[in-house]
C-alpha cells in the first residue's frame, strides 16, 4: 500500500465533475479520483479549514465516531472497476478493528476532519491507466489546480 496525500482539487469541465488528486508521499504515483460536487465541497471545506455553524454529513460522522469513542484508523482506496474507485474506512472501537465500504470521496472527507492517513493499494495504482493518465496530465494548466497545487 501506498500512503497518499490530498495535492488538488480541480473541477472537469469535460465531465461537469470534480477531480481530488491524490499523490504518494515521494510524488512517483498520481490517483486522480472524479466525485460529486457535494464531495468536492465537503473536502474543499476540510482542506481550507472552514467550520459551518452547524455540523455537515462528514463533521456529524466524525462527531458520532467521537461521542462513540471510536478512532478513524485510515481510509484505504481499495479498488478498481469499471472506471469506479472503492474504498475502506478502517475504525478502533472498543479494542477491535472495523472495516467500513464507503465511496472514496467520503472515506477521504472523513480522513480529512479525523487526520487520518490515506492509503491507495498497490493493485489500484496499477489499475491506474498510466497511459490516459499521461494523456489527461499533458491537458492541465496550473490554473486548473487553483489553490492546491498538485
Known sequence: MLQMKVRGLMYDPFNNAFI???????EKEVLPIWIGKPEAGAISFALEGVF???????????NILESSHAKVISIVITDLKDNTYFAKIHVYYQDSE???????SDAIALALRADAPIFATDSVIQKHSTEELDRWLDNLRPEDFGKYDA
Not at 20 to 26: G, T
Open 20 to 26: 481530488i488528486i491524490l499523490r504518494d508521499e515521494q
Open 52 to 62: 459551518t455553524p452547524r455540523p455537515m454529513t462528514h463533521d456529524l460522522m466524525k
Open 98 to 104: 472495523y472495516t467500513i465500504d464507503s465511496r472514496p
